[in-house]
């Protein structure tokens, strides 16, 4: 499998931002789909946003999120960012990236399908 590590979680008060980025560790990569979900207590987890491919790719957000989080990818440094602004209480969860698709093992390509360890975000005043 592929280690994800993610950076960038927090306390903030409504009404603030911040920004969550997971970058996927190696080298040569083939995406599939790459996206972020949080789980509240005593919620399951759920989607929050993701892009799905290279190049030309579409990118799903949930209805709670929507014109508030923006997902961004950077292919040359293998990272996904969330940017999460007009942050509301109950957008506090741990939150989760997930990525799949190939990487290369030096002999062939190798399917993946990878969890990051998840980051805190809190929002309260």
């Known amino acids: 499998q592929v280690r994800l590590v993610e950076s960038g979680g927090g306390l903030v008060q409504p009404g603030g931002s911040l920004r969550l980025s997971c970058a996927a560790v190696?080298?040569?990569?083939?995406?599939?789909?790459r996206g972020w979900y949080r789980q509240a207590p005593g919620k399951e987890r759920e989607l929050v946003a993701a892009?799905?491919?290279?190049?030309?790719?579409?990118?799903n957000y949930a209805d709670p999120v929507k014109g508030r989080f923006t997902l961004s990818r950077d292919d040359a440094r293998n990272t996904i960012d969330l940017q999460m602004d007009s942050l509301k209480p109950e957008d506090t969860a741990v939150y989760f990236c997930k990525i799949n698709g190939k990487f290369w093992n030096g002999r062939g390509w190798n399917a993946f399908d990878s969890w990051g360890q998840g980051t805190q975000v809190t929002v309260s005043s």
């Open positions: 190696g080298r040569s990569f083939m995406f599939g789909s």
């Open positions: 892009i799905s491919g290279r190049g030309y790719t579409s990118t």
